[in-house]
């Protein structure tokens, strides 16, 4: 397993259109976690899974965000109606202990 | 409210010497603390962790110490190698919450 992955690494899209970013997690990690992270900021918390189960979601993750982990595998994070606001690299990490997650290269989304 | 802080923004170090990154922490509920390197472009990289129970954790170059009455943990490199040349975020946990990060530090190690 080569660890984390996420497509695409970018995406440019412009301002109202719908996005959705793919996580495949380390195969036998069965937390995944999604951050979100700007520039000149460390990673922020957006949602988890548990298996299939969403746990936790962040005040941050608006109604335009949605996240599924069907079938407690990959994850995908969809975007609608994106603001320019919504421009950052989104992260995705995997874990099969409570705290060491693994971190995937990231989606870094433009918003025009 | 920021709950983990790191309030170097950078910091620079020559090569062979000790690279010293500090954080500190708000709430006394987190028990489990970790750092991570990032590379421009890639997803931060886990490095070292710690358990609230110890003080000191070391790997290699690497060593983590917390000071849990001072609610500060710092990390240790030595020596310094110009491939540490990073971004370094401290994060903290506790039980089973998702991991809170600082705003980083970045390390410049000059050759």
């Known amino acids: 397993d080569t660890g984390v992955s996420q497509n695409p690494r970018h995406k440019i899209t412009k301002r109202g259109q719908n996005v959705t970013f793919r996580c495949d997690p380390i195969?036998?990690?069965?937390?995944l976690y999604w951050y979100r992270q700007t520039l000149g900021q460390g990673p922020e918390f957006l949602t988890y899974?548990?298996?299939?189960?969403?746990?936790?979601k962040s005040r941050l993750l608006s109604d335009r965000f949605s996240a599924e982990r069907p079938k407690g595998s990959f994850s995908t994070l969809e975007i609608q109606r994106t603001e320019q606001g919504d421009s950052a690299m989104y992260l995705c990490?995997?874990?099969?202990?409570?705290?060491?997650?693994?971190f995937g290269p990231g989606t870094r989304l433009t918003v025009l | 409210d920021q709950q983990v802080k790191q309030n170097s923004p950078s910091l620079s170090v020559q090569e062979g010497r000790i690279s010293i990154l500090n954080c500190d922490y708000t709430?006394?509920?987190?028990?489990?603390f970790l750092w991570y390197k990032k590379y421009p472009a890639e997803g931060p990289t886990f490095l070292i962790s710690?358990?609230?129970?110890?003080d000191k954790n070391e790997d290699g170059r690497f060593t983590v110490f917390l000071n849990k009455s001072a609610k500060h943990l710092s990390l240790h490199i030595v020596p310094s190698q110009p491939g540490d040349s990073a971004v370094y975020f401290c994060?903290?946990?506790?039980?089973?919450?998702?991991?809170?990060f600082g705003k980083g530090t970045r390390l410049s190690v000059i050759a």
């Open positions: 990490a995997s874990s099969s202990s409570y705290s060491e997650q693994f």
């Open positions: 195969s036998e990690h069965n937390r």
């Open positions: 899974f548990q298996n299939e189960a969403q746990l936790e």
């Open positions: 709430n006394s509920m987190f028990d489990y």
């Open positions: 710690i358990s609230s129970i110890k």
């Open positions: 994060a903290a946990t506790s039980g089973n919450t998702p991991l809170v």
